[in-house]
């Protein structure tokens, strides 16, 4: 239960230095891109055309599902706690560990680099490397709602198998990395 | 209207129902992430549209299915598997991105390796992993990753 494990400095500070920097980083190259197609369009006339059309029914498409995916995603920051994840994957072993971290994985949301303070406090905790590297993957590549605009724009065939295929081979991953951990500085190249 | 766009909408719509009659705090805290998520994210959202206009207004389906698409083989893949691996777009657009590819002719293996490289395998974000996974989990995580994103993209580069 203790929840000071992931210490929230180091956290906070992992967000804060994000934060700050990308807003300005994504508004420079937005700025570039718009110089980018302004000039292309204005050198090539015969391109503006398709370029709007392409654009236009882009835009139609992401609009139908992005406010949607934006507040499921709301939803779950809000209802499901980083602390809850840690409490219950801490504990956890064997096959009912390994299908706990997928699950578990797929639900929160938030970038990547979240996660590895998570991660790395589940570790110390004494979860499985296994469950680790799984629960690290999942949270990386099989969101819940990610997984929705993936059905929406690839179809299910593309989704489900995609899906099936990262579960089993990160499943592997997950073993595979657990039994190199064991071996030792010496031999880390196995 | 699609089937996935009405399942999503109704799936935000009943959660939100279920969190208001819950917590009313805890749901306007939760649009309010939703909100700034979306602030957040816009400039990308505004690129990609751009982007994807430009891509397919000036470029041929022909010569994105030279580069990318079947004919292309595992250098199409290898291609986009490294793509994958140094850039950093939210997945949620590179969906839609991927999408649009695979319609101007990359294949489907290329676009299953961009996807899975691009979500699973970090190389800006490699120096906060090392720091707290250590070195050899971060390369052995890493480096596993990449070769599973290769395998998938080849299963179903045959399958699909």
Redesign the interface.
């Known amino acids: 239960m203790d929840n000071k494990e992931i210490n929230p400095g180091q956290m906070k500070q992992?967000k804060g230095g994000k934060g700050k920097k990308?807003?300005m980083k994504?508004?420079i190259?937005?700025v570039l891109?718009?110089i980018?197609?302004v000039v292309?369009l204005v050198l090539?006339p015969e391109?503006?055309?398709?370029?709007?059309?392409?654009?236009y029914s882009?835009?139609i498409?992401?609009i139908?599902?992005?406010?949607?995916?934006?507040?499921?995603?709301?939803?779950f920051?809000?209802?499901v706690k980083n602390e809850t994840v840690i409490k219950y994957l801490g504990h956890s072993s064997g096959v009912g560990g390994l299908a706990l971290a997928f699950f578990l994985g797929m639900i929160p949301t938030g970038p990547?680099?979240v996660a590895?303070?998570l991660?790395?406090s589940l570790?110390k905790k004494g979860a499985r490397?296994a469950n680790v590297?799984i629960f690290?993957?999942a949270w990386?590549?099989i969101?819940l709602?990610?997984e929705?605009?993936?059905?929406?724009?690839?179809g299910f065939?593309?989704m489900a198998?995609?899906l099936g295929?990262?579960m089993v081979?990160?499943l592997l991953?997950g073993l595979?990395?657990e039994k190199?951990?064991r071996f030792g500085?010496s031999s880390?190249s196995e | 209207?699609?089937i996935?766009?009405i399942?999503?909408?109704a799936?935000?719509?009943i959660?939100?129902i279920i969190?208001f009659s819950k917590n009313k705090e805890?749901?306007v805290?939760?649009?309010?992430?939703?909100?700034k998520?979306?602030a957040?994210m816009a400039?990308?959202?505004?690129?990609?549209?751009?982007?994807?206009?430009?891509?397919?207004?000036?470029f041929k389906p022909e010569t994105i299915s030279r580069l990318l698409g079947e004919q292309s083989g595992i250098y199409g893949i290898a291609l986009a598997a490294i793509a994958g691996s140094i850039l950093m777009i939210p997945?949620?657009i590179a969906?839609?991105l991927?999408?649009?590819l695979?319609d101007s002719g990359a294949s489907?293996a290329v676009?299953?390796a961009f996807?899975?490289t691009l979500?699973?395998i970090?190389f800006v974000?490699l120096p906060?992993?090392i720091?707290?996974?250590g070195r050899?989990?971060t390369y052995?995580?890493n480096g596993?990753?990449f070769i599973?994103a290769v395998?998938?993209a080849l299963?179903?580069g045959v399958?699909?």
């Open positions: 992992m990308s807003p994504g508004i190259v937005l891109v718009i980018t197609a292309l090539y391109n503006r055309e398709p370029t709007y059309k392409a654009s882009f835009f498409e992401l139908q599902i992005l406010p949607g995916v934006m507040i499921l995603m709301g939803l920051s809000v209802w990547l680099y590895f303070p991660a790395a570790m490397t590297v690290l993957s990386a590549c969101k709602p990610q929705l605009v993936e059905l929406r724009f690839l065939k593309f198998l995609r295929l990262t081979l990160v991953m595979f990395i190199a951990g500085e880390a | 209207m699609n996935t766009v399942f999503i909408n799936a935000a719509v959660g939100l969190s805890k749901t805290k939760s649009l309010k992430i939703a909100l998520s979306t957040k400039p990308a959202i505004l690129v990609l549209l751009i982007l994807v206009g430009l891509l397919l207004g000036f997945s949620l969906f839609p991927t999408a649009s695979v489907i676009a299953a996807i899975t979500t699973m970090g974000t906060i992993e720091k707290t996974m050899k989990f052995l995580r596993i990753s599973v395998v998938i299963i179903m399958i699909l």
